[in-house]
């Protein structure tokens, strides 16, 4: 968001505050509508910001204790079920899904689900995040380090490391 949309939007949800403030000074406010105005003016500022700090407590705490092996449980499950290739050498979720992503030998379904988790993590990172985006993306870096790819019974060969096998070859009959 640029700083002044940021701003504007600002200033715009204060005076919408002020006029809340000010309707419930009129009505409410008896013989003391400054003070009543203030109080209120007050609350409508602050409790958003209270409320949200208390969610984000609540939601870090049952990160903690639950949510974070449930899905790291989860995107095990996923990595073995989709028989995704190991992990090693990888240090980060980005690093890792773009690299399954851009590989061409793996099959087209793994490449898929590697697309699709990419999704998955940008949006919760997009919809919140300072909750859910940043405890999915950790749960699913401890996953990749505890995940140990099964080999491949049939390993498929590039083109290009086909061409050097083939080129190899001919050298040594030469």
């Not at 993590?121 to 699913?140: E, W």
């Amino acid at each position: 968001m640029k700083p002044a949309n940021f701003f504007l939007t600002l200033i715009f949800s204060l005076l919408l505050d002020a006029v809340g403030a000010g309707l419930f000074a009129f009505l409410f406010g008896g013989t003391d509508k400054g003070a009543f105005f203030v109080f209120t003016f007050l609350f409508l500022v602050l409790a958003p910001v209270l409320l949200g700090a208390w969610g984000l407590l609540k939601f870090w705490v049952s990160f903690a204790l639950f949510l974070k092996s449930r899905l790291i449980r989860f995107y095990l499950a996923e990595l073995n079920k989709r028989m995704m290739p190991t992990a090693a050498g990888h240090f980060d979720a980005d690093s890792y899904l773009s690299g399954v992503l851009d590989d061409e030998t793996e099959p087209p379904l793994v490449r898929a689900k590697a697309a699709f988790v990419i999704g998955e993590l940008q949006a919760m990172a997009s919809m919140q995040p300072f909750s859910v985006g940043i405890g999915a993306k950790s749960a699913f870096e401890n996953a990749m380090s505890q995940y140990h790819a099964a080999p491949k019974k049939f390993a498929y060969m590039s083109e290009a490391a086909m061409e050097d096998d083939l080129a190899a070859e001919l050298e040594g009959k030469i």
